[in-house]
């Protein structure tokens, strides 16, 4: 906490957890320690990277003003996280009752004879806070195996047996995969074989049916042929007789 006869500023640094292209804020803490109404000012080496709200105020006797900082937001990460910025926050005891509209630059202007009190504060980038990375579970078991040693000075080599033992029991996995595809490829080679016998008899079918139509077109033919030689006999007949 930075300690003057007026204000008293917490904190004494401006630590921003930077992170490229994002707007960070962090706030001060002014506490008025007089009796009197005190006047501030925050000033800035860099103002076009800075936003102070409020940068300028009234504080009344034994009370608090929050002020807030923010930095706009920057492409690139700073060589070693370092920052040249600094802040200047002056405070000049104000006429009672005063207001935030009854400050003028005049106020702070130590050649008019105005005892003006001033507090520098530096710029620290800091990073940001991380997210607590997830444990997996078994992430122990996946380790490399470690050897313990005894009470005795003696290396324990059970452990190294314990880890060995459980990868050979997950072996059989690939070969139940494999079981399932041999018994899914010989299913789907059965169906075949029966879709093709399938296809054969119908085929087969098929021709007998073709060979009984011919067979019953063959057969018509002498029967119309008879019918024919009798057909002519009879006219033959008739006119035999009417000779």
Same mark, same amino acid.
């Given at each position: 906490?930075?300690?003057?006869?007026?204000?008293?500023?917490?904190?004494?640094?401006?630590?921003?957890?930077?992170?490229?292209?994002?707007?960070?804020?962090?706030?001060?803490?002014?506490?008025?320690?007089?009796?009197?109404?005190?006047?501030?000012?925050?000033?800035?080496?860099?103002?076009?990277?800075?936003?102070?709200?409020?940068?300028?105020?009234?504080?009344?006797?034994?009370? /608090?003003?929050?002020? %807030? @900082? &923010?930095?706009? $937001?920057?492409?690139?990460? #700073?060589?070693?996280?370092?920052?040249?910025?600094?802040?200047?926050?002056?405070?000049?005891?104000?006429?009672?009752?005063?207001?935030?509209?009854?400050?003028?630059?005049?106020?702070?202007?130590?050649?008019?004879?105005?005892?003006?009190?001033?507090?520098?504060?530096?710029?620290?980038?800091?990073?940001?806070?991380?997210?607590?990375?997830?444990?997996?579970e078994g992430s122990e078991e996946g380790s490399s195996p470690r050897a313990s040693?005894?009470?005795?000075?003696?290396?324990?080599? /059970?452990?190294?047996? %314990? @880890? &060995?033992?459980? $990868?050979?029991?997950?072996? #059989?996995?690939?070969?139940?995969?494999?079981?399932?595809?041999?018994?899914?490829?010989?299913?789907?080679?059965?169906?075949?074989?029966?879709?093709?016998?399938?296809?054969?008899?119908?085929?087969?079918?098929?021709?007998?049916?073709?060979?009984?139509?011919?067979?019953?077109?063959?057969?018509?033919?002498?029967?119309?042929?008879?019918?024919?030689?009798?057909?002519?006999?009879?006219?033959?007949?008739?006119?035999?007789?009417?000779?």
């Open positions: 906490m930075s300690t003057g006869d007026l204000l008293s500023i917490e904190p004494q640094e401006l630590q921003f957890p930077f992170e490229p292209r994002k707007q960070i804020s962090c706030s001060l803490q002014l506490f008025n320690k007089t009796d009197n109404y005190v006047a501030f000012k925050v000033k800035t080496t860099n103002p076009k990277k800075y936003c102070v709200r409020p940068n300028t105020g009234i504080v009344m006797p034994k009370s /608090s003003c929050d002020v %807030t @900082v &923010t930095m706009q $937001a920057q492409k690139e990460v #700073p060589p070693d996280m370092q920052c040249r910025d600094k802040f200047l926050l002056q405070s000049v005891v104000a006429s009672p009752g005063a207001a935030a509209k009854d400050i003028t630059p005049e106020m702070f202007n130590k050649e008019s004879g105005h005892h003006v009190e001033e507090s520098k504060l530096r710029v620290v980038y800091v990073a940001p806070p991380r997210p607590p990375s997830p444990v997996h040693v005894s009470d005795n000075g003696n290396i324990n080599t /059970s452990e190294f047996t %314990t @880890v &060995t033992s459980r $990868a050979y029991v997950a072996r #059989p996995e690939p070969q139940d995969n494999s079981s399932e595809t041999r018994a899914l490829i010989s299913k789907l080679t059965e169906e075949k074989s029966s879709a093709i016998q399938q296809n054969n008899k119908l085929q087969q079918e098929l021709e007998l049916l073709r060979c009984e139509a011919n067979k019953s077109r063959g057969g018509g033919i002498p029967l119309i042929f008879v019918l024919l030689v009798g057909l002519i006999g009879i006219i033959l007949g008739y006119f035999l007789k009417k000779t």
